[in-house]
């Protein structure tokens, strides 16, 4: 294993950066800067030296190994934020046999050195990018290690069930071979059971994880563009604005309440002759239908009605100049009824993630539904060989839901969406 070393904070300038340095020789190559580090997990204060030049005062902190984040020996250096100066003492530790890190590199190495398992950390990834408080919620259960917890309860139980199965095995009558105890059903149907209701959740669970997606919908002119407007003057709900990824599509980032929810103007929505419109237009049109929701928005108190779909908010714009028709009116020229319409979708959304799960991620849903299925299988008369190889596979895509048995390529998946010091 190389030495290496990262800005674990936000590059740029600020009141103090953190280099974190990590693996053998790690203490070597910190004392070298800052000299003498006696006690692990006490901040000194030093004065960092490269060949007789002063290179700034630091925090600096020293973690042994099988004690730190990664699980190696470790080196946090917490100097000033300047840019200038993080790349002084990147400069001097490259000097000192340390390389730059990878993107992920110490998360990598916290896996490897089992500090945390795969489930762990796709929960730290999520919290890294979580934007909402249910965001963070959510990451913290998983990176606190509830799906691992689970997980071996659940593997305890199919470790019985193995157990009762080779019992049957070395016990059976010569006469009655394989002869599986019904108990090992009785388990496989509790265990079929609960593992069910984990990946009933998922898609709740996703939706905390991912955000929703709500497109507001009605033919040009209706209001559509100055509703979203509006919704971005709210300034306690604004996350951020970006322009979508289509230019028919501009998507507006809402924190509605701890839901994540990106607003879709679809405005590109209409007739059109140009060719590359039409080509937007039909985009605008299959983002809107994808939707989780679409906000169906007319002064008229129409719905879009090749859009609609059970469970869609159909709502009247301009309620400041037109006759009121519909439950849910808004103005936003005078801001009128935008708040219960926030209220309405929070409603609706919210109902949608009522039972979210400790499943968070595609991946860990496919090993949970393999490890299901093997644990269907599991039914009688079909010998204790055939079972107990079910039993097998159904540990072995458990173990992989935690990154017990991995791949490698697996891995560069994970582990490609961090950023650099982490
Ligand atoms: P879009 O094509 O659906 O995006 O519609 P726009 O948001 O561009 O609005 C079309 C026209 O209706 C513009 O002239 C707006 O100023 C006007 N408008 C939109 N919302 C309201 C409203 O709540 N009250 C009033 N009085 N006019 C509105």
């Known amino acids: 294993m190389d030495l290496i070393f990262a800005e674990a904070s936000p590059s740029g300038r600020g009141g103090v950066s953190v280099i974190r340095l990590s693996g053998p020789g790690a203490r070597n190559a910190a004392e070298s800067l800052a000299g003498a580090l006696p006690l692990a997990r006490h901040a000194y204060l030093r004065t960092l030296r490269d060949g007789g030049e002063i290179i700034d005062q630091a925090l600096v902190l020293w973690f042994q190994e099988g004690a730190s984040f990664t699980g190696e020996e470790t080196a946090e250096i917490q100097c000033h934020g300047a840019s200038v100066v993080v790349r002084r003492i990147a400069h001097a530790l490259m000097a000192r046999s340390a390389r730059p890190a990878e993107a992920g590199e110490f998360t990598r190495r916290a896996f490897l050195n089992g500090r945390m398992d795969l489930a762990e950390v796709e929960g730290l990834g999520d919290l890294l990018a979580a934007e909402t408080d249910l965001q963070r919620r959510q990451a913290m259960r998983v990176l606190s290690g509830e799906v691992r917890e689970r997980v071996d309860r659940w593997r305890r139980a199919l470790i019985r069930m193995g157990a009762l199965i080779e019992a049957s095995i070395d016990f059976a009558d ?8 019904e108990e090992v059903f009785e388990l496989a149907q509790a265990l079929a ?23 507001i919908v009605g033919r040009p002119n209706a209001g559509k563009s100055s509703l979203i407007n509006r919704l971005a003057r709210r300034e306690v709900a604004i996350v951020s604005e970006v322009p979508g ?14 839901l994540a929810v990106t ?9 059109t002759g140009d060719q590359v419109e039409r080509l937007g237009v039909s985009r605008a049109a299959e983002r809107a239908a994808a939707a989780d929701l679409r906000i169906h928005l007319s002064p008229e108190n129409q719905a879009v009605s090749d859009l609609w779909t059970p469970g869609d908010l159909l ?20 801001g009128e009824g935008i708040e219960r319409l926030l209220g309405s979708l929070y409603e609706r959304l919210q109902d949608r993630i009522a039972g979210a799960g400790m499943v968070t991620h595609e991946r860990q849903f496919h090993e949970l539904s393999w490890a299901k299925q093997e644990i269907e299988r599991l039914v009688p008369g079909q010998g204790a060989e055939i079972t107990a190889e079910h039993v097998r596979g159904a540990a072995a895509s458990l173990d992989r839901v935690v990154g017990r048995i991995a791949a490698d390529d697996y891995l560069d998946v994970v582990f490609s969406s961090f950023c650099i010091g982490k």
């Open 263 to 271: 607003v879709l103007d679809t405005a590109g929505l209409r007739e």
């Open 245 to 258: 990824t289509t230019r028919d599509v501009l998507e507006l980032r809402l924190d509605l309440q701890g």
């Open 193 to 215: 059971r609960e593992i069910s209701r984990e990946l009933d959740g998922f898609q709740a669970a996703e939706r905390v994880r991912n955000g929703f997606e709500v497109a």
């Open 174 to 181: 010569e006469e009655v071979p394989d002869d599986v105890p």
């Open 315 to 334: 709502v009247q714009s301009k309620a400041d100049v037109v006759d009121l028709r519909g439950e849910l009116a808004v103005s936003s020229a005078t």
